[in-house]
């Protein structure tokens, strides 16, 4: 039998029930991280728990939850040793709830990221949003893993070779520049490195070049059709 050249298409359309679910998702991030800075106190107990449903249903969901624990334990050091150095030992308290708050913030966009897939997200923004737009919004949800193991390797290679950013040293405001030059301006370069290599993948599959979507079709093999 012959093998028509176009007979399967390899990235289906997304569904509607699936669209539906993103832009409830995507909603109710933003609604939950929103809530981390504006809610009082009091009411505070209770976005910690509808957070913890959200941490154990993205941990279902195969994320990792161990770089989400290392960014909060690097900004909680930050933020001590901040307050400790302008407002002394009284005011520890407002820094810890600080940081509780932008803990509250991340997990709904870590959990969006592990519920909900790239591309649900990219049709449900399209439709919004001009499309190279929503590429680029996706794009940078999914290459936060990535940038997250860099900073990680570069970091830990400065190590390797002596600079003083180790949790003990960077107690002493004096070794944060350090932090800057060693990490965070490599960490830059090959953010805008990647951006490039980005833009070329993208004008190489001729992204933008038709108004409305298109999905690739690959042949089918003999394979298949046993």
């Given at each position: 039998?012959?093998?028509?050249?176009?007979?399967?298409?390899?990235?289906?359309?997304?569904?509607?029930?699936?669209?539906?679910?993103?832009?409830?998702?995507?909603?109710?991030?933003?609604?939950?991280?929103?809530?981390?800075?504006?809610?009082?106190?009091?009411?505070?107990?209770?976005?910690?728990?509808?957070?913890?449903?959200?941490?154990?249903?993205?941990?279902?969901?195969?994320?990792?939850?161990?770089?989400?624990?290392?960014?909060?334990?690097?900004?909680?050091?930050?933020?001590?040793?901040?307050?400790?150095?302008?407002?002394?030992?009284?005011?520890?308290?407002?820094?810890?709830?600080?940081?509780?708050?932008?803990?509250?913030?991340?997990?709904?966009?870590?959990?969006?990221?592990?519920?909900?897939?790239?591309?649900?997200?990219?049709?449900?923004?399209?439709?919004?949003?001009?499309?190279?737009?929503?590429?680029?919004?996706?794009?940078?949800?999914?290459?936060?893993?990535?940038?997250?193991?860099?900073?990680?390797?570069?970091?830990?290679?400065?190590?390797?070779?002596?600079?003083?950013?180790?949790?003990?040293?960077?107690?002493?405001?004096?070794?944060?520049?350090e932090l800057c030059y060693c990490v965070l301006f490599p960490l830059l370069v090959q953010l805008l490195k990647l951006a490039q290599q980005t833009a070329i993948a993208a004008r190489a599959r001729h992204f933008g070049h038709k108004l409305r979507r298109t999905h690739w079709r690959l042949a089918r093999s003999k394979h298949d059709h046993k």
């Amino acid at each position: 039998m012959p093998v028509s050249q176009f007979s399967r298409p390899h990235s289906q359309p997304v569904s509607g029930r699936t669209l539906w679910f993103a832009g409830i998702a995507m909603l109710l991030a933003l609604l939950l991280s929103s809530a981390a800075f504006f809610l009082p106190d009091a009411q505070l107990p209770w976005l910690v728990l509808v957070n913890a449903l959200l941490v154990l249903h993205g941990v279902i969901n195969k994320g990792r939850i161990s770089g989400l624990i290392r960014y909060i334990a690097m900004q909680l050091v930050f933020t001590v040793v901040l307050y400790l150095a302008i407002h002394g030992g009284n005011q520890v308290g407002q820094g810890l709830l600080a940081v509780a708050r932008i803990f509250l913030a991340v997990v709904p966009g870590w959990w969006l990221t592990h519920s909900v897939s790239g591309e649900a997200i990219g049709e449900l923004l399209s439709k919004f949003m001009p499309s190279k737009w929503a590429f680029v919004a996706v794009a940078s949800l999914n290459l936060l893993p990535f940038m997250m193991n860099e900073a990680r390797e570069i970091y830990q290679l400065q190590l390797l070779r002596g600079a003083r950013i180790a949790p003990k040293q960077l107690l002493n405001p004096r070794n944060w520049s350090e932090l800057c030059y060693c990490v965070l301006f490599p960490l830059l370069v090959q953010l805008l490195k990647l951006a490039q290599q980005t833009a070329i993948a993208a004008r190489a599959r001729h992204f933008g070049h038709k108004l409305r979507r298109t999905h690739w079709r690959l042949a089918r093999s003999k394979h298949d059709h046993k």
